[in-house]
């Protein structure tokens, strides 16, 4: 089923156990596309579950990766319409991430080679709506496709001389918004300081967009 469907399903099987939920309208759309005074069901594209005990009170069963209250990364910040539900305002606005919970890190090592040259070993840790979405998303696409992608976008710049040996992405790993991505490169030049762009980081930012979701 599509959002609508999960959401649907979520709730029942909560006010089965007692627990009071209703469904929420939101826009994904990017820049969101809403506003209050216009009556018009079509400013909304996706279905989540308002369920006002909980905290955060937003869950998103069209998330196969997500635990309670994690939502994909262009939820937060949104306008959702919460409906059937006692409140003076049916509107509220979900949450931005804050710094603690959206982070992004990254270790590099670099090992001489005996015949000249090196291997630049650079872990990417993701942890957020980010994260989620590189969770819910790479590892749905085949290993050929990854690799292609790497080699032809996101490694460009990444030094002057290195070249992509392997990759590594986390397999089985649980619920949440963590993420970690292993590339190991080989150079064969000596490597320098200046040879490693602060930019690495951001080019991967787009490996998640790089793949279509699955189909929800």
């Not at 003076?88 to 959206?102: C, K, Q």
């Not at 085949?142 to 032809?152: G, K, P, T, V, W």
């Not at 976008?153 to 030094?159: A, E, F, I, P």
Request: proline letters at 8%; charged letters at 25%.
């Amino acid at each position: 089923g599509d959002c609508k469907d999960k959401a649907v399903l979520l709730l029942s099987l909560l006010r089965c156990a007692g627990i009071d939920g209703y469904p929420a309208l939101l826009s994904t759309d990017e820049p969101e596309w809403f506003d209050p005074l216009v009556p018009d069901m079509a400013q909304f594209n996706h279905m989540i579950a308002y369920v006002p005990e909980a905290e955060p009170p937003w869950l998103d069963p069209t998330c196969n990766v997500c635990r309670a209250g994690d939502l994909g990364e262009d939820s937060y910040g949104r306008t959702a319409l919460i409906i059937g539900s006692s409140r003076d305002n049916p509107l509220d606005t979900i949450a931005e991430t804050s710094a603690d919970d959206d982070r992004l890190g990254r270790k590099i090592r670099v090992t001489p080679l005996s015949t000249g040259g090196c291997t630049i070993d650079l872990k990417v840790q993701f942890r957020g709506p980010l994260g989620l979405n590189l969770k819910m998303n790479v590892p749905s696409s085949d290993a050929a496709s990854i690799r292609e992608y790497l080699e032809s976008q996101q490694l460009v710049g990444l030094t002057r001389t290195a070249r992509l040996v392997d990759y590594t992405l986390p397999e089985n790993s649980p619920k949440g918004p963590e993420y970690e991505l292993a590339v190991r490169l080989k150079s064969d030049s000596s490597f320098e300081k200046g040879d490693m762009y602060g930019t690495v980081p951001i080019n991967l930012y787009q490996l998640g967009n790089r793949f279509s979701r699955p189909d929800t």
